[in-house]
């Protein structure tokens, strides 16, 4: 059978042999189900993944996915994993009737890739949890609606699940995901694990559930950005010789090793997990002889880094907890410290307790959940306690929004600034950094895909891209030529400095004016013949409008509404009728179920008057949609971004915000009582 048979084939027509388990690929960690499931809802779990099977396999399927879920938490249909090589083709190699659907396809196959994906073989790409589909029986439909619709049919995920291809029109999107959607009052952490293991909703992180996740290069920019950031907040204009010490070296964590080596600095990343630390070495983000287990040779070899000023990324393959004990107990001076373990998963391995290696901590966690909490709330206590420490010395620390605030809270660690008034001694990174500095004006992670699959391509659009910033720069306010030229310093160097995982892909954080005229070119050489293949645009949920999550991306939001989630769904449904060639809109992303919505899109563009007509309108509000909120909630660098907006477009009309003295109110208040 031909690569394009097997995508057409759906569910195959016979009964394919079981695949056995791959020792070669990281899997997802065993969900832990004690308690979770009755036996009712044990064969209500099995009768749903028989719906997607032919009734004579049932007696096959039913005990192999009953097994499945007694081992995994799920039912992943492994039987079902296609036997084709998992990667991003060039869009051509898609069987389609329509070049839209066939770019879906692309960035699917790039987020299952195994050298992109965290768990591939469990649909997961990320983040422990961040789902494309559920099982392989979605997979697979999907990939076939994909193939046979047309322009005029919109195909429907309801959380990985295809409900099927609905006649739409030419200008609709051609896929519209949610996933997670949940009812507010069942959208708690213990839900998502029921009812994820019945098989009626996921988890689909932010970009992962979106096809849009491009490897950790998408996050290496803005941990560039944001350490770039973090240290002129401290007045280090140059962070040579400087020391920033972080965890994780996962989906998005990996990218912490190469943006400290970008930002010069001397990177000090902790990881547990030895197929972490192997998965970032085969990337080429970090080097085998760089990775340390025995911490006095590693102090030894971070005090040569910084004396010599290199510009280095130096691992701990062991538990962040003693690295900064260590730190706490030596004299060194630690410029910058955050974390990015996993604790929007704390329930579920993102964060592993001290004195466990990764899987003495998977075996504690299945066989005894309370000892693992409460070795996880000590571990916390004692994580918050070392860097009180260093902080008190002068480091500056942030949440790198992966709830590491919240969960240190939960766990009564010594995190607090004013309990009462829930305020932690620590910012978010939002709140003091990319709000404020970034997604206030505009700028957020705009990314693209050459959908030819070809490294030229790749290299002509990231030219193009850095010739349109300079020219916005030479006439661009002051307030944003920091932000442009730390774009034009990623643009121009980018090739070099990052390894392609994956698709051809490229990432750069840019404004509305930005996103536009950089997209419009794009479209103009592909109209002139310049590039072999299409561009697929997209984003990082991760950004100024598609994201409602009040302890990261709406963080620096300050009137009440961060609690709020206008905004998101607002965006999602403009992106919709303004060009989007999918959409979607999630619960959860990267700070937990519950504790966010978020959306994404996609968009096609192949040099026609439709392209540029999708790129003036859907680009120009799916960035100042936010700004406008953004200006409502009062921020300083919202309003004055939005008023330039309005300007420059006579079109847009954005209520502005009065601004009242607020010691005055506090005086009528405070006064009264
Ligand atoms: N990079 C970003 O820009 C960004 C932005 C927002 C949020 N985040 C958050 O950062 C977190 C990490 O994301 P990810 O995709 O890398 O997740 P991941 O699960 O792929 O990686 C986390 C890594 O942390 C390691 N780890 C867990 N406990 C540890 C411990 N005690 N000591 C040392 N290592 C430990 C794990 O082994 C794992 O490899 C998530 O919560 C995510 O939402 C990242």
């Known amino acids: 059978m031909t690569f394009k048979e097997a995508i057409q084939e759906g569910i195959p027509a016979s009964l394919p042999s079981n695949n056995s388990i791959d020792p070669t690929v990281s899997h997802a960690p065993v969900r832990n189900m004690q308690g979770v499931l009755t036996s009712d809802e044990e064969v209500l779990a099995l009768e749903n993944a028989l719906r997607y099977f032919p009734s004579e396999w049932h007696d096959n399927l039913a005990p192999e996915f009953y097994q499945e879920l007694k081992d995994y938490g799920r039912i992943y249909m492994h039987r079902f994993r296609p036997q084709y090589d998992m990667y991003a083709r060039s869009i051509e190699e898609y069987p389609s009737k329509s070049k839209q659907a066939a770019a879906i396809m692309l960035m699917i196959h790039n987020n299952l890739d195994p050298l992109v994906a965290k768990h591939p073989h469990e649909l997961i790409t990320y983040g422990g949890n961040g789902a494309v589909f559920q099982n392989w029986a979605q997979y697979r439909l999907c990939m076939q609606y994909l193939s046979e619709m047309t322009d005029e049919q919109t195909l429907v995920l309801y959380s990985g699940h295809p409900m099927g291809l609905f006649p739409s029109h030419a200008k609709a999107p051609r896929v519209v995901v949610t996933n997670g ?56 204009q140059d962070l040579h010789g400087e020391i920033f010490v972080t965890s994780g070296l996962g989906g998005m964590s990996g990218a912490q090793a190469l943006a400290a080596i970008i930002c010069g600095c001397v990177g000090v990343i902790s990881e547990v997990d030895q197929d972490s630390v192997d998965q970032r070495i085969a990337d080429g983000y970090i080097l085998a002889d760089n990775v340390y287990q025995d911490i006095p040779a590693l102090l030894d070899r971070i005090a040569k880094a910084q004396k010599e000023k290199e510009a280095i990324a130096l691992v701990h393959h062991g538990n962040i907890v003693e690295l900064w004990e260590a730190f706490a107990d030596s004299d060194l001076n630690i410029a910058l410290g955050s974390d990015q373990t996993s604790l929007h998963n704390i329930d579920d391995m993102g964060y592993c307790p001290i004195g466990y290696s990764f899987d003495e901590a998977k075996e504690l966690l299945l066989e005894d959940k309370a000892k693992f909490n409460d070795e996880i709330r000590k571990t916390l206590c004692r994580h918050v306690e070392a860097i009180n420490k260093l902080s008190d010395r002068g480091m500056y620390f942030w949440d790198y929004g992966n709830a590491f605030l919240k969960e240190a809270g939960v766990a009564n660690a010594n995190i607090w600034k004013d309990e009462s008034k829930g305020l932690f001694r ?32 790749l290299a002509i659009t990231d030219k193009i891209a850095g010739d349109v910033l300079e020219e916005i720069a030479v006439e661009a306010p002051e307030e944003i030529q920091e932000q442009l030229s730390d774009n ?42 310049k590039l072999k293949g299409p561009i ?52 959860g992303g990267g700070v937990g179920w519950g504790e966010v919505i978020n959306g994404g899109f996609g968009m096609y563009i192949d040099g026609s008057d439709v392209s540029e007509e999708h790129i ?8 100042n949609n936010g700004i406008a909120r953004r200006n409502w909630a009062r921020n300083p660098h919202a309003i004055s971004t939005i008023k330039r907006a309005m ?3 006579q079109r847009l009309k954005v209520t502005i915000p009065q601004l009242a003295d607020s010691k005055r109110l506090e005086e009528i208040v405070n006064g009264s009582k």
Not at 488 to 502: E, T, Y
């Open 181 to 236: 959607m949940m009812i507010p009052n069942y959208s708690k952490k213990e839900d998502w694990n029921k009812y994820n293991a019945l098989g009626v909703t996921s988890y689909g992180q932010m970009t992962a559930g979106s096809f849009m996740y491009i490897g950790p290069q998408g996050i290496v920019h803005g941990t560039t950005i944001t350490l770039l950031n973090a240290g002129r907040l401290n007045g280090l």
């Open 426 to 457: 620590y910012p978010s990174y939002v709140e003091d950094i990319m709000g404020p500095m970034c997604f206030d004006y505009g700028f957020g992670p705009f990314r693209w895909v050459c959908a030819s699959g070809e490294l030229d391509d």
């Open 488 to 529: 034009i310093n990623w643009i121009r160097k980018a090739g070099v400095n990052i390894p392609v995982v994956g698709s051809k892909s490229r990432i750069l954080y840019a404004d509305a004016v930005g996103r536009i005229r950089i997209a419009l070119a794009f479209n103009k050489a592909l109209k002139d013949g």
């Open 536 to 587: 697929v645009l997209g984003r990082d949920h991760h950004d100024v409008s598609g994201t409602d999550s009040p302890y990261r991306e709406t963080a620096n939001i300050y009137d009440g509404s961060r609690y709020t989630a206008d905004m998101a769904i607002h965006n999602v449904i403009g992106d919709s009728f303004r060009g989007a060639t999918w959409v979607s809109i999630h619960n």
């Open 616 to 623: 003036r309108s859907m680009l120009h509000w799916d960035v």
């Open 647 to 649: 300007e420059e477009d």
